[in-house]
């Protein structure tokens, strides 16, 4: 096998990364949600190339995708590297690609110069991080960490699915609930490599960074409920409109988290039923995510926006509903783990800046099984969740020499 030159390494990986973007459920945009048809082509491409790097490669009971390279003897422990193949809607190319097909790439290049790992890897890309299908994320990861619990597999989607039906309709089997894919003991570590989604290394003119934490998340489901009515014959005075409620609530959350940074609160998503032009909404729901790199911070700022909800209803003679869907404690990355990697980044660029996380990460669920330390690569303007997102070539290929390198020292590490 010919030697696999870092450029040559870094020109495929940027064309599986483009690739793999056209794998979608959108025609003209990178959509990939939980079990999806495309979704299922994207592990079949993938699992192709993890193949192709000398991986065993497997599916776990969640559509979890797994490439394994064994270690050399027995007894020896296991290294994972991964993160998430779903994206969100209109998604860009490389928030959770870039993890999977990054450590692909770093192992065609130890095997095209004939080095051999004296401990186990596991390439993961976890089938659903982003939340979008179920309003939950990491149902991947968490049914990899044996965390998949009976409320997770009864979330219902828009249409009415449950997780279980999904899976069973979308894999052809039953899930079955299990332990975690690996002993405790059993593991290394996780690496996972990941867009910065943010400005901070872009204006440190860096490539790459570490990551120290990643900040606590919770989301809910706000259902406000009013009256129909005829948009033309009801007196204004007379209405209790919940899509206006629902809107009213949207602007109190965002100027609550306005007052208070580095709180931030979102309502990506509201729907209104009946939802004709000529029709006062009865219903209209929003979804919320809360974020906080301060747990306590967090739920207090929760307290008030579900305050906030009842003080609008009551305004309108609406009622309202709060349910949380989602509620993720802050995880701090293994110090030790993240030390190491830090001193590839160094190796690479002379300097190694440690950044909060404000999104959320696999990284979060699979510190629950062994230390994790994260990788971040810049990204042009910091975009991301956004089909404009983009990772330099320049910074594929250091960050494919930091992986390089930071496989290399796991090595000597893995041997104590
Ligand atoms: O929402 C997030 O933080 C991540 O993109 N799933
Ligand atoms: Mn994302
Ligand atoms: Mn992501």
């Known amino acids: 096998m010919p030697r696999l030159t870092l450029a040559k390494a870094t020109a495929r990986l940027a064309r599986r990364i483009e690739g793999l973007a056209r794998v979608s459920d959108e025609p003209g945009a990178t959509t990939r949600t939980f079990l999806s048809p495309a979704m299922r082509r994207a592990n079949a491409l993938v699992g192709g190339w993890m ?24 007894g020896a422990r ?27 790439a770093a192992l065609e290049i130890l095997k095209s110069r004939g080095v051999g790992l004296p401990y186990g890897v596991e390439v993961l890309g976890f089938s659903e991080e982003e ?28 249409d009415g699915v449950s997780v279980a039906e999904a899976i069973s309709r979308g894999l052809g089997r039953p899930f079955r609930r299990a332990g975690p894919a690996h002993p405790a003991g059993n593991l290394l570590g996780y690496l996972e490599v990941h867009i910065e989604q943010g400005p901070v290394l872009e204006s440190r003119g860096l490539a790459a960074g570490v990551v120290s934490a990643i900040a606590g998340q919770t989301r809910a489901r706000v259902v406000f409920r009013g009256r129909a009515g005829h948009a033309g014959t009801t007196p204004m005075r007379m209405r209790r409109d919940a899509l206006a409620g629902a809107a009213q609530f949207a602007l109190v959350a965002e100027a609550l988290a306005r007052k208070s940074p580095p709180l931030v609160a979102t309502v990506g998503r509201i729907s209104a039923f009946p939802g004709a032009a000529n029709v006062i909404a009865a219903r209209a729901e929003v979804s919320l995510d809360v974020r906080h790199p301060d747990d306590g911070a967090r739920r207090a700022a929760l307290g008030r926006l579900r305050a906030a909800a009842r003080a609008v209803a009551a305004s309108r003679g609406l009622a309202a509903s709060f349910e949380v869907t989602q509620d993720n404690a802050a995880v701090a990355c293994s ?27 696999d990284a979060v669920v699979v510190s629950r099984l062994a230390p994790v330390a994260m990788l971040f690569v810049r ?6 969740h956004h089909p404009d997102e983009f990772v330099h070539r320049r910074d594929l290929a250091a960050a494919l020499r930091i992986v390089v390198d930071f496989l290399g020292r796991m090595a000597v590490r893995s041997e104590r």
């Open 379 to 384: 990204c042009r303007g910091g975009l991301s």
């Open 51 to 74: 193949r192709s790097a000398g991986m065993s490669v497997t599916e776990d009971g969640a559509g979890n995708l797994i490439g394994r390279l064994g270690a050399p003897r027995r």
């Open 78 to 104: 296991t290294l994972l590297i991964g993160s998430h193949l779903d994206t969100v809607r209109d998604a860009g190319r490389f928030d959770g690609v870039l993890g999977v097909l990054l450590p692909i």
């Open 335 to 361: 110090g030790e783990l993240t030390g190491l990697l830090a001193r590839s980044v160094r190796s690479v660029q002379g300097s190694c800046p440690a950044l909060a996380s404000g999104a959320g990460h």
């Open 131 to 158: 939340g979008v299908r179920f309003s939950s994320a990491y149902l991947g990861s968490k049914a990899y960490a044996g965390l998949l619990g009976r409320s997770d597999l009864a979330l219902r989607d828009p």
